[in-house]
Structures are given as structure tokens and as C-alpha cells.
């Protein structure tokens, strides 16, 4: 089967830091996304991986360890506007898109 | 604003009825991507064309079919209507493949009554 867990709910302060991890199984595996999706709107691309180790952009940086299944969404400087849903999206071998329940983040002043 | 519209908006219909949703993608987009997102099942992946061509199927029913035309815009057909079928649909283009950034238009929100 294909399964992608993500944690329900998170809770940060503004200005922290908060890791997102999110673990899969698929059948074969072509990339793992990030996405962002504030209530009532869009999921917003934010970052894909494909390759072992960490890509940083900005504020955010995404890990990727394929050989442990795992992944995981590094938010820095936490804001008021961070709190939304974070998707994690894995493509498979069929090249299909298998997504996560989502992490519903809270960033608290 | 992505670049990526959608219409319509919203689209209230009853069961056993056929919708199409339209997409339009970005300027230079060659990649279309369909989803479905319900409250109940989160956000799936229906289908992706490139340049006019299927080129990845996920969790599409056998009652809905898509297109993308000459001019890259793309259709999403849905039949048979059921209650189920009440969602938001995601369409997404990007320049070529997925590994590029996926720019996602508003959304249609479909109501199936």
C-alpha cells in the first residue's frame, strides 16, 4: 500500500523554530514535495526533494533521507502568517502524487 | 494571483448530473495537473497532460475524464454526479514536469445537491 504520515497538529511560538516530519511508503519514489495551504485557499508549492540531504530556502529548508523513508519541513523565524497546513506529497514510481493528511500549524504570539 | 485561473468559481448541480471545469494555465506552462480536495479525504491527485498528452493517471474515476487542448488549456469532465463528489478542485500547471514549481489556480468549488 502507500502510506504518508504527517503529525495532525503543531504548535510554535512566533519567532521559534518548528520541524514537521513526515514519513512514507510507496510503491517507488520520483520526489517529495512541500506545500503550504492557508485555510480557505490554493496549496502553495514550497519546496521538492529528490535527492538525499537538505535544501534550504529562506526561512524554510526541507530534508530528505530515502533510504529511512523520512522527511522533513524546517520553518525558522516562525510568523503569524506561517500558520497554515503543510503537505507532504510523495511522487511514486507510476508517477502519481500520494499526499499526506497535512499538518495543521498553529504559530502563537 | 498564481496565473493559473479557473472557472468557474463555484458550481452548485445535482446528482446524476455532468460538469465541466475549465482550467487555464500559466503563460508557458506546458504541464497541467488536476486534484480533488474533500474534507474527508484531503487533497488527491486525478491526473496530470503535458503538451496535449496524458502523462500520469492517479485516483480518477471512471465517471470523469480530462483533456488538455492545442492551446494547453484543459478540461476536467465529471459525470453521473454523486454526492460524494462535492469537493474543491485544484488545477496546477508548471513548466514542464513536477520537479519544477506547481502553480496552483484558486480553485473550483463544487456542490452536488
Known amino acids: 500500500g502507500q502510506n504518508i504520515d504527517q503529525p495532525t497538529e503543531m504548535t510554535a511560538t512566533e519567532g521559534a523554530i518548528v520541524q514537521i516530519n513526515c514519513t512514507y511508503q510507496?510503491?517507488?519514489?520520483?520526489?517529495l514535495f512541500w506545500y503550504q495551504q492557508h485555510a480557505g485557499e490554493a496549496p502553495t508549492f514550497l519546496s521538492y526533494?529528490?535527492?538525499?540531504g537538505l535544501e534550504e530556502k529562506g526561512r524554510f529548508s526541507s530534508f530528505l533521507s530515502r533510504s529511512k523513508g523520512y522527511s522533513y519541513l524546517l520553518l525558522k523565524e516562525l510568523q503569524m502568517k506561517d500558520s497554515a497546513s503543510y503537505l507532504c506529497?510523495?511522487?511514486?514510481?507510476?508517477?502519481?502524487?500520494?499526499f499526506g493528511p497535512g499538518t495543521r500549524l498553529s504559530v502563537l504570539p | 494571483d498564481s496565473g493559473v485561473t479557473q472557472t468557474p468559481k463555484h458550481l452548485i448541480t445535482a446528482t446524476g448530473q455532468r460538469v465541466t471545469l475549465r482550467c487555464s494555465p500559466r503563460?508557458?506552462?506546458?504541464?497541467v495537473y488536476w486534484y480533488q480536495q474533500s474534507l474527508d479525504q484531503g487533497l488527491q491527485f486525478l491526473i496530470q497532460?503535458?503538451?496535449?498528452?496524458?502523462?500520469a493517471k492517479g485516483n480518477i474515476l471512471e465517471r470523469f475524464s480530462a483533456q488538455q487542448f492545442p492551446d494547453l488549456h484543459s478540461e476536467l469532465n465529471l459525470s453521473s454526479l454523486e454526492l460524494g463528489d462535492s469537493a474543491l478542485y485544484f488545477c496546477?500547471?508548471?513548466?514542464?514536469?513536477?520537479?519544477?514549481?506547481?502553480?496552483f489556480g484558486p480553485g473550483t468549488r463544487l456542490l452536488v445537491l
Open positions: 497532460y503535458y503538451n496535449g498528452e496524458e502523462r
Open positions: 526533494n529528490v535527492l538525499d
Open positions: 510507496t510503491s517507488g519514489f520520483n520526489g
Open positions: 503563460s508557458g506552462d506546458l504541464s
Open positions: 506529497a510523495v511522487r511514486n514510481s507510476g508517477q502519481n502524487f500520494v
Open positions: 496546477a500547471s508548471s513548466l514542464e514536469g513536477p520537479s519544477e514549481t506547481q502553480y
